[in-house]
């Protein structure tokens, strides 16, 4: 099977459907955590905020979608928010599992939190809540970025150090042929 075209624009509805499963985790853990006290849910809130302004500060300002639509829909915030970076220097980044742990935190904890309330009480809404965040985070998230995000990038092309690692290619990238995507 021929490798697919990279999209110089993702259309809106991926825009949606890349940020879904984030927007979902957020929104559970948040509920998971007032579950446990409704004093846990304004600092984890503001971690996830933290967790993106990092994103947005040390990938997208030297991201090839700067200014316009990655999958995500950040590239155009970076250009609002950030001075353009260098689109070489985002590929030649070196990427490695424990500077992902800020974002593996988003998860651990309302699940954890999920665990914890479970653990001194049984509810049937604790259960699903945390079953759902587990499943959004070990198979939606991956499934959205690998089927959706990376596999139609234009940077892939460039140089990504997230496809590298999450392929296990090391200073390899994937070729791609630009195309438009369907508007």
Not at 41 to 65: H, I, M, N, Q
Not at 74 to 98: E, Q, Y
């Amino acid at each position: 099977m021929a490798e697919p075209g990279a999209w110089d624009r993702f259309p809106w509805w991926s825009v949606l459907a890349a940020n879904l499963p984030s927007l979902l985790v957020a929104g559970v853990g948040a509920v998971l955590l007032a579950r446990v006290t409704l004093w846990l849910v304004t600092p984890y809130l503001v971690y996830v905020a933290w967790a993106e302004a990092r994103v947005l500060w040390g990938s997208c300002r030297d991201c090839s979608y700067f200014g316009g639509r990655c999958a995500f829909g950040k590239g155009w915030l970076a250009a609002l928010l950030l001075k353009r970076g260098d689109p070489r220097r985002f590929a030649r980044r070196k990427v490695r599992w424990v500077q992902l742990l800020p974002d593996f935190v988003i998860y651990a904890i309302p699940i954890a939190a999920g665990i914890v309330v479970l653990s001194r009480r049984s509810s049937i809404l604790v259960l699903v809540l945390t079953i759902v965040l587990g499943i959004v985070s070990l198979a939606g998230t991956p499934l959205v970025r690998g089927s959706l995000a990376c596999r139609y990038c234009k940077q892939r092309a460039i140089g990504c150090p997230a496809e590298r690692l999450f392929s296990g290619k090391r200073g390899q990238t994937r070729p791609v042929r630009a195309r438009q995507p369907y508007r």
